[in-house]
Every structure is written in structure tokens, then in C-alpha cells.
């Protein structure tokens, strides 16, 4: 890749964003471009316009979102539409106005139909109803990819995307009630563990599958796209693994080394039943994911201890 570029990570403070920056920083790039929320508000049109005007990265990184997990999402689905739709818009116009040439768009797989035969490819886009769970999310996330597809294909510029699929790993959020089903486990069982409770409280029935990525991995596949010529308008970055939210819960378990017992509340929601992207577009290019779950798991909880002794855990939006 192109070190001598400048490159703008949009939500360098998130763990899609820092990984990103890391993995730049990894390959020798020189100028990585960042605003904090202060500096910079994505869901504001005119703030986000002058800060490409005065800064002309030369390439955009988009991984700026109001992120949550399933409770976050349901309880808020207005909020998720709204702040990610304004980020897409903003970003994207504001790029194209300061000549930005190429750009990446993170989105997720949730913006496929509920039911989308599995695994799910590139092309079950908008074939079927979205998970309820989290339409707002979705629906911003789609948006935010026509965006991309509609300015290469109207004006010429070189912007694209890629969908993750269920992400992890370093500076992932611990809140217990907005927060993802992985870091979330985490805290429960390391909470359950420090304080000797005999039982720990997952949501739903267990049985929903579910796949995860190390976000060092997306990183990866990140700077994978950026270094193709032609890339597809969207790709899907997944680990090819899927798991129950029970076995899930079993490995995450293990790794904390907790005993506590689990019991499943079925009052709270299952969401999609099965969500495994077919990430083998990506992957014919040469891009593989490198952590497996288990390791990964084990790297993520010691990293929570750590951050955990520090002070530093992020446990908030
Ligand atoms: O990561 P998560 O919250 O969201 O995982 P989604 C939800 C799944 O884990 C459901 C189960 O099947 C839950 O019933 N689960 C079990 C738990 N225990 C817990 C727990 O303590 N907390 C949580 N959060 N879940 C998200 C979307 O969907 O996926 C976002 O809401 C985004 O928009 C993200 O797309 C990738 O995987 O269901």
C-alpha cells in the first residue's frame, strides 16, 4: 500500500477505529489523520464538510457508528438510525467535496434479510425483511453503502465497503446492558468469578448461531481492500466459524476460568437465529482471517483483566 498517503480513520477512539489505525501504523504509514468527538461531530453536516476542506485526506476510512449490541439496538432503534444514516451522509458528501479519491465504508452484516439463505453472500442484499432487532442500525448501514456505490458509479470516485460480521477483541466495550454478547459474557463471568456467584444471567435461549471476528482481523481486511485496484462495491469479512450463544458461553466459561452456573432468560430476545456471512468473495482476493475464536478469547479476557487493574475498561456508548 500507498504509506506515503494520508489516511483518515473516522472513530479512531472505537475498536473497529483503532485497530485500523494500529494496523496502518503496523505498515509504516505516515500521516493517520484523526479527530476526537470534540473536534469533529460526524452526524454534523457543516462541522464534518470543514474538517474535510481543511484536513484533504487523500484516503477515508469510515469506522465512526453509534455501535450496540442486541438491548442497545432494540431499545433504541430511532437514535441508531438517525446518528449512523447522518455519519454515512455526512462523511461520504463531505469526502467527495474535498476530493477525497478513495474511500471505505464499514458497515455490518446485519443488513441482510432476516432470513437470508446461509451463508449469507453479497448478493442477498434487499431480497427479504430485515431483523427487527436492529432495522435502524441496518437500514443506516445500507444506506451507507448505496452511498458508496451510487458516488463510484455517478462520479467516478473509488468508494467501497465491507461488512463485518459479529466483532471482538481489543477496546471492545464491557457494558453490560448496550453492549455485544462476546465482551459482554466476559465482564458477567469475570464479574461471577471475582465475587464468587454461583450463577450468571445470559439473555434468550442459547441457540441462536453466531459468527465472530477478531477486529485485528477485520483491520487486515481492511487494509486488504484498500490495496485492491478494482474492489467490489461491497464485500463481506467474516471467519468462516460459526458458534451457539451457548457454546459461546461455554468457551467463554472456560477461559475466565469461572464455575458459576448459567441460567438463559427467555425474556430477553434471541434476534436473527443464524447469521454466517460468506466471506469467500474477500478471501478469493487472499485475504484470511489469522485468530482463531478460542485464542482470541483467551487474548480478549487477558486484555480485560489488564484494563480491568488499570481502570481503563470501557464500559459506556
Ligand atoms: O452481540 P449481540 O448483542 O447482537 O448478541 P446481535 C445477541 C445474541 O446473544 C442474542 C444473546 O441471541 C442474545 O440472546 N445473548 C446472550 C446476549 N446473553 C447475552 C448478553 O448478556 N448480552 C447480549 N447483548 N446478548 C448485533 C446488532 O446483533 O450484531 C448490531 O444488534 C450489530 O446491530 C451486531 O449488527 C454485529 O448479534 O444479535
Known amino acids: 500500500m500507498d504509506t506515503s498517503l494520508r489516511y483518515f480513520v473516522a472513530g479512531h477512539r472505537g475498536m473497529v477505529g483503532s485497530a485500523v489505525v494500529r494496523a496502518l501504523q ?17 452526524t454534523d453536516q457543516a462541522s464534518t464538510r470543514a474538517w474535510f476542506a481543511e484536513h ?13 449490541g442486541i438491548g442497545a439496538n432494540s431499545a433504541a432503534n430511532a437514535t441508531f438510525l438517525y446518528e449512523n444514516i447522518m455519519i454515512a451522509a455526512n462523511t461520504v458528501e463531505a469526502a467527495y467535496r474535498a476530493d477525497v479519491k478513495r474511500l471505505l465504508f464499514l458497515g455490518s452484516s446485519c443488513i441482510y434479510p432476516r432470513m437470508a439463505p446461509q451463508p449469507i453472500r453479497e448478493d442477498a442484499l434487499l431480497t427479504g425483511a430485515l431483523e427487527k432487532t436492529n432495522e435502524g442500525y441496518a437500514l443506516a448501514k445500507i444506506s451507507g453503502l448505496k452511498l458508496c456505490e451510487f458516488y463510484r458509479k455517478q462520479f467516478g470516485v473509488l468508494y467501497h465497503s465491507l461488512m463485518p460480521t459479529n466483532l471482538y477483541g481489543t477496546g471492545d466495550n464491557y457494558d453490560v446492558v448496550g453492549g455485544h454478547v462476546l465482551p459482554t459474557m466476559i465482564r458477567k463471568f469475570e464479574v461471577a468469578r471475582t465475587t464468587g456467584a454461583k450463577t450468571v444471567d445470559l439473555w434468550g435461549s442459547g441457540t441462536p448461531l453466531r459468527e465472530f471476528l477478531h477486529v485485528d482481523d477485520l483491520a ?31 468457551m467463554i466459561r472456560t477461559a475466565t476460568g469461572c464455575e458459576a452456573e448459567i441460567r438463559w432468560d427467555s425474556t430477553k430476545p434471541d434476534g436473527t437465529p443464524r447469521k454466517l456471512c460468506d466471506s469467500s468473495l474477500l478471501r478469493s482476493f487472499g485475504w484470511a482471517p489469522a485468530i482463531d475464536l478460542e485464542e482470541g478469547i483467551a487474548k480478549t479476557v487477558i486484555e480485560y483483566r489488564e484494563a480491568v487493574a488499570a481502570g481503563t475498561v470501557r464500559l459506556g456508548h
Open 26 to 42: 503496523r505498515r509504516g504509514c505516515a500521516s493517520i489523520l484523526t479527530a476526537t468527538h470534540a473536534d469533529l461531530d460526524l
Open 220 to 250: 487486515e481486511a481492511c487494509l486488504y481492500a484498500l490495496d485492491m485496484e478494482n474492489p467490489p462495491d461491497l464485500m463481506n469479512v467474516g471467519s468462516g466459524r460459526e458458534v451457539t450463544i451457548r457454546q459461546l458461553a461455554e
Open 56 to 68: 484533504r485526506p487523500d484516503v477515508a476510512v469510515i469506522a465512526a457508528a453509534k455501535v450496540g
